[in-house]
């Protein structure tokens, strides 16, 4: 009996573990969200539709261009 109860603690506190992990991701993706919208002026939602549409055009410059990148992964992180 012992056994099971020990080996069921060990799970729980794995599991905990994760779901701790999990939630400091999702805290970290929501703060960069709100970064990328304070800097750029508009909702994540609002970007995405306009930059995944092309009525945001890709921009020449690699630097903006790697940002609105990256930008579209925190968002289709969160959205899966």
Same mark, same amino acid.
């Given at each position: ?7 069921? /603690?060990? /799970?729980?506190?794995?599991?905990? #573990?994760?779901?701790? #992990?999990? +939630?400091?991701r999702f805290r970290f993706v929501?703060?960069? +969200? #709100? @970064? ?7 909702? =994540?939602?609002?970007?995405?539709? #306009? *930059?995944? =549409?092309?009525?945001? $055009?890709? $921009? %020449?410059? $690699?630097? +903006?261009? %790697?940002?609105? /990148?990256? *930008? ?5 992180? /969160? @959205?899966?």
């Open positions: 009996m012992q056994f099971i109860v020990c080996s069921s /603690l060990v /799970l729980m506190v794995g599991i905990l #573990k994760v779901t701790i #992990k999990l +939630l400091e929501l703060e960069e +969200l #709100k @970064r990328f919208e304070e800097r750029f002026g508009m909702s =994540s939602e609002e970007f995405y539709r #306009k *930059w995944t =549409s092309g009525e945001i $055009p890709e $921009p %020449a410059d $690699p630097h +903006l261009l %790697a940002e609105y /990148l990256t *930008w579209q992964d925190l968002i289709e992180e /969160l @959205r899966n």
